[in-house]
């Protein structure tokens, strides 16, 4: 949060924190969390740097359009497997893998 809104708001008696605070998530947990949302946000970035639409990443991989639409959304209905067969059907190799969970945070392929 921006310091000059957080500010008047501490002022009030409010208190900031982060999202893994509020949800009370463990270290692991946040962990987790961010790769998701690395992978998934992975996935999108990389489908359209490569002009594929959903339906086409969906016909590689064997499954909908909706699925995928999930996977780029990091729906928690879905599994961390497909989301890594999603990108290496997109031709993200090994390293470009690994620079995603190194990283920490979200990043494209």
């Keep these: 949060m921006q310091k000059r809104k957080l500010g008047p708001l501490q002022a009030r008696g409010w208190r900031a924190g982060s999202t893994a605070e509020f949800l009370r998530l463990t ?3 946040a962990a987790l969390v961010e790769l998701r949302l690395a992978l998934s946000e992975s996935v999108r970035t990389t489908r359209k740097q ?4 959903q339906l086409r990443l969906a016909k590689l991989l064997g499954s909908s359009q909706s699925r995928v639409a999930k996977i780029e959304a990091g729906d928690a209905s879905v599994s961390l497997d497909l989301m890594v067969r999603s990108l290496l059907a997109l031709g993200a190799s090994k390293r470009d893998l690994a620079r995603i969970i190194a990283s920490g945070h979200r990043a494209a392929a």
């Design 27 to 29: 270290p692991e947990e």
């Design 50 to 53: 490569r002009k594929m639409s």
